[in-house]
């Protein structure tokens, strides 16, 4: 049985994916925009049109300020620099998952899911001032129907509190 958050309840949430075929296309945007922003940010710019355009083909053209207030926010204000694939990468990064559990949280309303995650990344002045920008672009998401499901994601952050940092865990004593 599992005792993760990930969703409404263990029944409601998806496996969680490790591959990025494995993922729907509402994710797979999702991460893939992650991954072109965090690689391709320059002074230019020059990752807004390549992100525009994609945006615009998916029915979104109204994102782009939404996620460069997501992402400079994590990329300013971070607990450190998230950890992202290149565009090709076929697996996923524990960093790209936590933006995937973050945007279904929002897109799902259940804001209270996203809160163990959010700490991971982000110190509280940065989660709240990222609140406003992540709930914007996944609301842009779902307007143009992409949807991203709940996923039971193994995240360190969302596993039991006997698995939470606690030293000696994994190997316990019995006594």
Not at 6 to 28: C, T, W
Not at 40 to 50: A, F, L
Not at 84 to 100: H, K, N, Q, Y
Not at 133 to 153: F, H, I, K, Q, T
Request: charged content about 20%; overall charge neutral.
């Amino acid at each position: 049985m599992l005792i993760r958050m990930a969703g409404p309840g263990p029944i409601d949430a998806l496996y969680h994916a490790v591959r990025f075929d494995d993922l729907k296309f509402a994710e797979r945007l999702a991460v893939w925009t992650l991954r072109l922003w965090t690689q391709s940010v320059t002074p230019d710019g020059s990752h807004r049109n390549i992100l525009s355009i994609a945006y615009e083909k998916a029915g979104v053209p109204d994102a782009m300020p939404s996620i460069d207030g997501t992402l400079w926010a994590f990329r300013i204000g971070g607990h450190r620099k998230l950890s992202v694939g290149f565009p090709c990468a076929a697996t996923l990064s524990e960093d790209e998952r936590r933006i995937l559990h973050l945007l279904s949280c929002y897109q799902a309303g259940a804001a209270p899911a996203a809160r163990p995650v959010m700490d991971a990344l982000a110190p509280a002045a940065t989660a709240r001032a990222v609140q406003a920008p992540l709930s914007v672009w996944a609301a842009c998401l779902e307007r143009a129907g992409l949807v991203l499901p709940m996923r039971d994601w193994d995240l360190p952050e969302l596993r039991g509190p006997a698995h939470c940092g606690k030293a000696g865990a994994e190997h316990p004593v019995l006594h």
